[in-house]
């Protein structure tokens, strides 16, 4: 019979803890008043409370000088205690179950009622497991409910009966007696892990019960790695459900069987990097303290343990911020193109740029196919330059990771060196930003970005590791990229050149004057004719100055001017007036020089770029 990660249920909670020290505010009672025992034997409401005190032996432990905070079951509480369990006296319970639930209503120190918060706090008593205390749990959210409240093992404290200070300590009235919590009790305890409870439940069957099993000793003790509410959200989006329903039952158990090692009460104490353990799925997990405490898996996406050492009386819980997955799942499971980045640790940079845009939902859609060039984490720590990404506007983040996204599903034996689209637009329209491939060495994208890992295949595409973002790109990020137009480039950066400022100027950003731009880009081989038409051996032996008039001549400034835009006319550039034949497809410069529109439509974020096959001169 196999358990299931019971575990999971009270990881999170530790994420606060109460206070469980000496509170140097809280009012001291004066001389003379009670002890906590002594407060009990006198109080006709808390008779049973005294009675069993006497019976196991804590009058002593409680009339000391040692601050404690007990929360105090009354009367009605104990008859409700006894009945439930099938006693009809207090004399029919075994004394070491009674010290036990006894101990389990102390917490060390004095905790009033403000300071208790939201979170695990730990009694003293020691349950079957271990030799820790166990823990208790908060929750402040209305009123005080340790446990979950009475329905779940737990209770409620009275507003009316808090805060009543004695003179080592404070009681709190309790309308239950709190049991002894397993790891069931917790989970149901603690909202963050209503996903877990729901998945123990869709995962039994008739003949396994997952909830009644890891609320039993068979198999006991157990160390559960708990994911929390979050971490199930992720692991739904990766597999693009929309909820648990979405995943076979079968499937679910084996997940949250691989949470759960059986026979072992492993605290954070017993860890090491390379230790390994088997859980009741038949996996083995791996440890890793290098970098904070993780936990491997199958998938290359370790968890992070967040809380650790939430001790139960048959086991303890450590909180995880991501299920965990076998290797059984992993060689059935589709996921989506969100569920690569989801389930690769060096991706995790791009899956929370995915979760803060909403692109994640985009790329979880198994209707439509697409390709992703997907930066490491080390490459969005470079393009981050020590800034958080929250602190970029989310439309910004959003074009970004647009711009490393193609339509439809390419895999590397189908790319070429060529333009295409990606999916981010120039400014307010419509128009996709141009995507340079170069194969010439490897897989270059837009001169910035290698590919590194090609072909992770995905159910709605191909997802190629890169290993730099790939920026929103310029007019001038395309000339340098492309090796067409070496020359160009050539001329753009001539030392010496008034000329050499045109990298600056049309590397200016979309919207920022005088861009947009649209240059008309002469190729090598219409520089390699205006040299031989010059009598030059190249760029160096141009006069500067007619180097920046013909320059000039390429560039419009203030519009981006498409394929769609040009008719029969005049267009104005820098330098001069060309006259448009639109038909043709051709530009006449002042000295009747023609040139053909080899490669319209370049989509830059600041403008637009037309490769020509001639050097374009103003009125010479």
């Known amino acids: ?43 006709d409401d808390f008779s049973s409370l005294g009675a069993a005190l006497e019976v196991a032996g804590l009058v002593g432990v409680l009339n000391g000088t040692d601050e404690y905070t007990v929360f105090a079951p009354n009367n009605t509480a104990f008859t409700a205690f006894l009945q439930a369990n099938g006693f009809s006296s ?46 208790l749990f908060i929750n402040t959210e209305n009123g005080v409910v340790i446990n979950g409240g009475a329905n779940n093992g737990g209770a409620s404290v009275f507003e009316s009966q808090v805060d009543i200070l004695v003179s080592n300590g404070v ?39 997952y909830v009644d099993i890891l609320s039993g000793s068979e198999s006991s003790p157990f160390t559960v790695f708990a994911p929390t509410n979050a971490a199930f959200d992720d692991l739904l989006s990766g597999l693009g459900a929309s909820s648990l329903s979405d995943v076979a039952p079968a499937t679910l158990a084996t997940i949250l069987e691989y949470h759960v090692i059986a026979g ?22 791996e440890f890793d303290l290098s970098n904070g405490a993780q ?108 711009n490393h996204v193609l339509a439809g599903t390419v895999l590397s034996t189908d790319l070429e060196t060529t333009y295409t689209n990606s999916l981010a637009t120039f400014g307010g329209t419509e128009n996709n930003l141009s995507f340079y491939i170069n194969l010439d060495n490897g897989v270059r994208l837009n001169g ?26 310029t007019v001038v990020t395309f000339a340098t990229a492309d090796p067409n137009f070496s020359s160009l480039v050539a001329a753009l950066t001539d030392d010496g050149q008034e ?60 519009f981006n001017v498409r394929s769609t835009d040009l008719t029969n006319g005049t267009v104005s550039t820098l330098g001069a007036d060309l006259t448009v034949d639109a038909t043709a497809g051709t530009l006449t410069d002042p000295n009747d020089r023609v040139s053909t529109i080899a490669v319209f439509d370049v989509q830059a974020a600041n403008g637009v770029v037309h490769a020509i096959d001639t050097v374009l001169l103003p009125q010479l």
């Open 295 to 402: 936990v491997m898996d199958a998938t290359e996406a370790n968890a992070n343990i967040a809380i650790v050492d939430v001790q139960t009386n048959n086991g303890v819980v450590h909180a995880i911020d991501k299920v965990l997955l076998p290797q059984v799942i992993v060689d059935v499971i589709d996921p989506t193109i969100t569920g690569l980045a989801m389930m690769n640790d060096d991706l995790s940079s791009l899956f929370a740029a995915l979760q803060l845009t909403g692109l994640d939902e985009v790329l979880n859609d198994r209707a439509s196919q697409y390709t992703v060039f997907a930066p490491t984490n080390a490459a969005f720590d470079i393009f981050l330059n020590g800034s958080a990404l929250g602190d970029l506007p989310v439309e910004v983040v959003t074009q970004v990771l647009l």
């Open 90 to 135: 207090l004399g029919e319970v075994p004394v070491d179950l009674l010290t036990k639930v006894l101990l389990n209503h102390v917490v060390v120190g004095t905790n009033l009622s403000t300071d208790l918060t939201t979170g695990y706090i730990s009694s003293l008593a020691v349950g079957s497991a271990s030799a820790s205390g166990l823990s």
């Open 171 to 209: 009681i709190h009235a309790v309308e239950n007696v709190i049991g002894l919590p397993d790891v069931t009790n917790q989970a149901i305890a603690n909202p963050q892990f209503s996903t877990l409870v729901s998945a123990l439940i869709a995962a039994s069957t008739d003949q396994t019960n």
């Open 1 to 43: 019979m196999k358990l299931l990660p019971k575990f999971l249920l009270v990881a999170f909670l530790a994420s606060a803890f109460v206070s469980c020290s000496d509170d140097d505010d809280a009012p001291a009672p004066p001389q003379g008043d009670p002890t906590i025992a002594e407060f009990v034997a006198e109080n």
């Open 499 to 558: 000329a050499q400022n045109y990298v600056e100027t049309l590397s200016t950003p979309n919207g920022t004057a005088p861009a947009p731009f649209t240059v008309f880009a002469p190729i090598n081989s219409a520089f390699d004719n205006l040299f031989a038409e010059l009598g030059v051996e190249g760029i160096e032996d141009i006069d500067p100055a007619t180097l920046t008039a013909a320059l000039n001549t390429h560039v419009v400034a203030g």
């Open 448 to 473: 910035v970005s290698s590919v590194t890992a090609p072909d992770n295949e995905a159910a709605n595409g191909v997802v190629h590791i890169v290993d730099a973002v790939i920026g929103l790109p």
């Open 264 to 285: 072992s009460n492993v605290r954070s104490s017993d860890l090491t990097t390379g230790l390994t353990a088997a859980t009741l799925q038949g996996e083995e997990l």
